[in-house]
C-alpha cells in the first residue's frame, strides 16, 4: 500500500486488539509505527512482534485521558519527524460493564467518555497541525457498530461512539479538499479483550459480565488480523465508513432503512451476542439463568 509506504503510522491503544494487529500490519506494509498505550507489557509485545519482521516502530506509554500528555507527545512526535506524512489512527477505548442509564453513575460516564470521546478529540487537535505541515495524512477514528444504532445496557459507549461518528463525520467535511482525508471505523464483534477488561459498574454483577463476555467470546467472528486488513484496505481507499465484518454491515444496513424501528429487529441480535437474557441487569429484575 503505497500510502502506508514511508508515512508515520501513529496508533493509540496498540497494545492488544485491533490497535495491535493494525500496528504490525502497517508496519508490514512499510510504515514506520508509533505505538502507545497505558499497558507497557502488552506494547513491548506489539514491539516485538514487529522488529521481528523487520518493521519500524517506536513506543510511548500514553494515557488519551490525559490532556497534557498528549501535548507532550504530539510536540515530541513533531520535533522527531518534521515533514513526514502522517496517518492518525485513534483506536485506544474501553468498555464499562454497568447495566441500565439509571444504574450508571455519572463519574462512570464521565470516566468513559474522557478515554473513547475527549481521546479521539484531543489527539486531532494536538496532531492535525503536524498532518498540515506534511503535507496532508489521514484521520482515522474508531468508533463502533454501537456508534449506528443505540446498544441496550451501553449508554455510556453508545453516547461517546455516536460523537466520535459525529466529531469524525464533521472533520472529513471540513477537511475536504485541504490534504488531509478522514475516515471513521466501525468495528462489529471483533475478538478482542475489551468485553474481558470492561469496568464494573452500576448493577452488572461480576457473574453477570462474565456471561457476557463468554458470549460475545463465541460469537465474534471477527480476528483482529482481518479487521486490521480492512482497516488498511479503507485508508488506501479513503473510505468514508469502514466497516468491519458481517454484523457491521447488517446493522449500518438496517439502521439506515429502518431508523425508527431498526430496534425490532436488531435487539434480539445484539443481546444473544452482547447481552444475553442471563447478563441482563434490568432495574429491579432479578438475573435469571435460561
Known amino acids: ?54 518493521g519500524q516502530v517506536e513506543t510511548a506509554l500514553l494515557d488519551v485521558a490525559d490532556a497534557e500528555q498528549i501535548v507532550e507527545y504530539a510536540r515530541l512526535v513533531g520535533t522527531a519527524h518534521p515533514g513526514r506524512r502522517i496517518i492518525l489512527f485513534n483506536n485506544a477505548g474501553v468498555a464499562l460493564g454497568a447495566g441500565t442509564f439509571e444504574h450508571n453513575t455519572l463519574e462512570e460516564f464521565e470516566w468513559l467518555l474522557n478515554i473513547n470521546l475527549w481521546g479521539v478529540v484531543r489527539m486531532t487537535k494536538a496532531f492535525l497541525p503536524l498532518l498540515r505541515a506534511g503535507g496532508g495524512g489521514h484521520i482515522v477514528n474508531v468508533s463502533s457498530v454501537f456508534g449506528l444504532m443505540g446498544a441496550p445496557e451501553g449508554a455510556a459507549y453508545s453516547t461517546a461512539k455516536f460523537a466520535v461518528r459525529g466529531f469524525t463525520d464533521t472533520l472529513r467535511n471540513e477537511l475536504s479538499g485541504r490534504g488531509v482525508q478522514v475516515s471513521t471505523v466501525f468495528p462489529g464483534g471483533v475478538r478482542t479483550n475489551i468485553s474481558a477488561a470492561a469496568r464494573l459498574g452500576g448493577n452488572r454483577t461480576a457473574a453477570q459480565q462474565s456471561i457476557v463476555n463468554a458470549t460475545f467470546a463465541r460469537h465474534a467472528r471477527t480476528s483482529p488480523e482481518q479487521a486490521a486488513e480492512t482497516i488498511l484496505r479503507g485508508i488506501a481507499r479513503n473510505q468514508a465508513r469502514i466497516l468491519i465484518g458481517p454484523d457491521a454491515r447488517v446493522i449500518d444496513w438496517l439502521t439506515r432503512l429502518l431508523p425508527s424501528s431498526y430496534g425490532r429487529f436488531l435487539l434480539p441480535l445484539i443481546r444473544r451476542t452482547f447481552a444475553p437474557k442471563a447478563a441482563l441487569a434490568l432495574p429491579d429484575a432479578p438475573m435469571r439463568v435460561e
Not at 500510502?3 to 486488539?17: E, H, K, W
Not at 512499510?30 to 514491539?47: E, Q
Open 1 to 54: 500500500m503505497t500510502q502506508l509506504r514511508d508515512s508515520v503510522f501513529i496508533v493509540t491503544g496498540a497494545a492488544s486488539g485491533i490497535g495491535q494487529a493494525t500496528a504490525v500490519a502497517a508496519a508490514a506494509a512499510g510504515a514506520r509505527v508509533l505505538a502507545s498505550d497505558v499497558n507497557a507489557a502488552g506494547l513491548a509485545r506489539t514491539a516485538e512482534l514487529i522488529t521481528a519482521t523487520g
